[in-house]
Protein backbone atom coordinates (compact mmCIF):
# COMPACT_ATOMS: atom_id res chain seq x y z
CA UNK A 1 0.00 0.00 0.00
CA UNK A 2 2.70 2.67 0.91
CA UNK A 3 4.55 1.52 -2.73
CA UNK A 4 1.34 2.65 -4.29
CA UNK A 5 0.75 5.88 -2.42
CA UNK A 6 3.73 7.36 -2.94
CA UNK A 7 3.27 7.61 -6.72
CA UNK A 8 -0.15 8.65 -6.75
CA UNK A 9 0.46 11.71 -4.43
CA UNK A 10 3.38 12.40 -6.81
CA UNK A 11 0.71 12.31 -9.78
CA UNK A 12 -1.77 14.65 -8.18
CA UNK A 13 0.95 17.18 -6.82
CA UNK A 14 2.51 17.33 -10.67
CA UNK A 15 -1.24 17.92 -12.22
CA UNK A 16 -1.36 21.05 -9.44
CA UNK A 17 2.05 22.44 -10.29
CA UNK A 18 1.34 22.10 -14.09
CA UNK A 19 0.92 26.36 -14.72
CA UNK A 20 -0.95 25.48 -18.13
CA UNK A 21 -3.67 24.28 -15.84
CA UNK A 22 -4.14 28.03 -14.48
CA UNK A 23 -4.16 30.30 -17.71
CA UNK A 24 -6.89 29.34 -19.87
CA UNK A 25 -9.99 31.11 -17.85
CA UNK A 26 -13.42 28.97 -18.10
CA UNK A 27 -15.76 31.31 -16.87
CA UNK A 28 -15.75 34.80 -15.91
CA UNK A 29 -18.25 36.94 -12.68
CA UNK A 30 -18.96 39.87 -11.56
CA UNK A 31 -20.10 40.65 -7.79
CA UNK A 32 -21.24 43.41 -5.36
CA UNK A 33 -20.24 41.03 -1.95
CA UNK A 34 -16.68 41.31 -0.67
CA UNK A 35 -14.27 39.06 -1.10
CA UNK A 36 -14.26 37.14 1.80
CA UNK A 37 -18.13 36.23 1.57
CA UNK A 38 -17.47 35.28 -2.01
CA UNK A 39 -14.51 32.84 -1.08
CA UNK A 40 -16.55 31.19 2.42
CA UNK A 41 -19.63 30.62 0.37
CA UNK A 42 -18.05 29.10 -2.25
CA UNK A 43 -15.93 26.87 -0.76
CA UNK A 44 -18.44 25.79 1.60
CA UNK A 45 -20.52 24.89 -1.44
CA UNK A 46 -17.51 22.94 -3.21
CA UNK A 47 -16.63 20.71 0.00
CA UNK A 48 -19.53 19.47 -0.13
CA UNK A 49 -19.07 17.83 -3.37
CA UNK A 50 -16.78 14.74 -4.67
CA UNK A 51 -14.87 14.68 -8.06
CA UNK A 52 -14.10 10.95 -8.94
CA UNK A 53 -14.76 9.82 -6.12
CA UNK A 54 -12.75 11.54 -3.67
CA UNK A 55 -14.32 14.69 -1.71
CA UNK A 56 -12.98 18.44 -2.93
CA UNK A 57 -11.19 20.07 -0.62
CA UNK A 58 -10.45 24.44 -1.01
CA UNK A 59 -7.83 25.86 0.14
CA UNK A 60 -7.99 29.74 0.05
CA UNK A 61 -4.83 31.80 0.22
CA UNK A 62 -4.66 35.92 -0.42
CA UNK A 63 -3.58 37.07 -4.06
CA UNK A 64 -0.88 39.67 -5.07
CA UNK A 65 -3.60 41.71 -6.67
CA UNK A 66 -5.85 42.15 -3.13
CA UNK A 67 -7.70 39.33 -3.65
CA UNK A 68 -8.36 35.76 -2.72
CA UNK A 69 -7.31 32.56 -4.76
CA UNK A 70 -9.22 29.24 -3.88
CA UNK A 71 -7.83 26.39 -4.93
CA UNK A 72 -10.20 22.64 -5.47
CA UNK A 73 -7.67 20.55 -4.06
CA UNK A 74 -9.06 17.30 -6.14
CA UNK A 75 -11.23 18.96 -7.96
CA UNK A 76 -8.70 20.17 -10.48
CA UNK A 77 -10.16 23.80 -10.62
CA UNK A 78 -8.86 27.70 -9.60
CA UNK A 79 -11.15 30.52 -8.42
CA UNK A 80 -9.55 34.36 -7.98
CA UNK A 81 -11.66 36.49 -6.57
CA UNK A 82 -10.05 39.89 -7.21
CA UNK A 83 -10.82 43.61 -6.17
CA UNK A 84 -12.04 45.83 -8.43
CA UNK A 85 -12.94 48.51 -6.40
CA UNK A 86 -16.88 48.67 -5.62
CA UNK A 87 -17.21 44.80 -7.10
CA UNK A 88 -15.46 41.64 -6.80
CA UNK A 89 -14.22 39.96 -10.12
CA UNK A 90 -14.56 35.95 -9.94
CA UNK A 91 -12.45 34.02 -12.61
CA UNK A 92 -12.45 30.08 -12.69
CA UNK A 93 -9.86 28.27 -14.51
CA UNK A 94 -11.16 24.30 -14.51
CA UNK A 95 -9.63 23.17 -17.58
CA UNK A 96 -8.37 20.06 -15.36
CA UNK A 97 -11.69 19.77 -14.69
CA UNK A 98 -12.93 17.89 -18.11
CA UNK A 99 -11.92 14.76 -19.11
CA UNK A 100 -12.47 12.46 -22.48
CA UNK A 101 -14.20 10.01 -19.99
CA UNK A 102 -17.63 11.72 -20.18
CA UNK A 103 -20.05 13.81 -17.75
CA UNK A 104 -19.31 11.59 -15.03
CA UNK A 105 -15.57 13.43 -14.13
CA UNK A 106 -16.55 16.76 -15.94
CA UNK A 107 -17.02 19.28 -12.86
CA UNK A 108 -16.90 22.64 -14.32
CA UNK A 109 -20.70 22.89 -14.97
CA UNK A 110 -21.02 22.19 -10.83
CA UNK A 111 -18.31 25.05 -10.19
CA UNK A 112 -20.20 27.23 -12.18
CA UNK A 113 -23.53 26.67 -10.44
CA UNK A 114 -21.73 27.11 -7.02
CA UNK A 115 -20.35 30.27 -7.98
CA UNK A 116 -23.89 31.37 -9.54
CA UNK A 117 -25.14 30.86 -6.59
CA UNK A 118 -23.35 33.08 -4.40
CA UNK A 119 -22.93 36.19 -6.45
Do not use: H
Not at 13 to 35: I, M, Y
Not at 41 to 57: M, P, V, Y
Not at 86 to 105: C, D, H, I, P
Request: proline share 3%; charged share 25%; aromatic share 4%.
Amino acid sequence: MKKLLLPITLLMLTGCANPELTKKVTAEFTSQKDANSLAVCIAEKSDKRTFNGLRIETVSKPTRESGIALVLINGNGYIDILDKGSQQQVVYRGEAANSNWGKLTNRNGEVISDIKSCL
